[in-house]
């Protein structure tokens, strides 16, 4: 990473995963786990994860060090050339300090449900990283209850 300018990156979604992250940004460093306070986390109606602009709540999430390349790949990620995604920097909470930070806010935030094992990835990760348990709960909340479909005994059919 030496050869390029290093930036300071806030994933909140899928990229809190490090296995992940590593297949598509090979070389970006993991800081630690960050905050991005007076934001509430959300899941659009495309089915991904986004952050909106909410007072008194926090998104947690992990800090990352990426080159110049990786954030052209992170935008091609996260579809920015098509209007899915918008690069900003925002102020994150990290230890005792508060750098500006690269993240990605969606431009449809119209409420939604995640598409299949999206949100599953995301919890696992947060975990695994140490997120707090309580927000790792409310990650846990925009799960749909499961429902199970059993057949009637009555119409079971004897062989």
């Given at each position: 990473?030496?050869d390029s300018m ?145 057949v009637p005994t ?6």
């Amino acid at each position: 990473m030496r050869d390029s300018m290093c930036h300071l990156y806030f994933a909140y979604g899928l990229n809190l995963d490090r296995v992940e992250m590593g297949h598509r940004c090979p070389g970006a460093e993991y800081v630690g786990r960050a905050r991005l306070a007076h934001h509430a986390f959300r899941i659009n109606r495309r089915g991904v994860a986004t952050v909106l602009g909410s007072r008194g709540t926090e998104v947690h999430g992990a800090l990352w060090l990426v080159a110049d390349g990786h954030l052209r790949l992170l935008d091609q990620f996260e579809g920015v050339d098509f209007g899915l995604y918008v690069r900003q920097r925002r102020e994150i909470h990290f230890e005792t300090s508060t750098p500006q930070a690269h993240i990605y806010v969606a431009t449809d935030m119209r409420g939604g449900s995640p598409r299949s094992d999206y949100l599953e990835t995301i919890i696992a990760a947060a975990e695994e990283l140490g997120l707090p348990s309580v927000y790792i709960d409310e990650l846990r909340k925009w799960l749909a209850p499961t429902r199970s479909v059993s057949v009637p005994t009555s119409r079971r059919r004897e062989p």
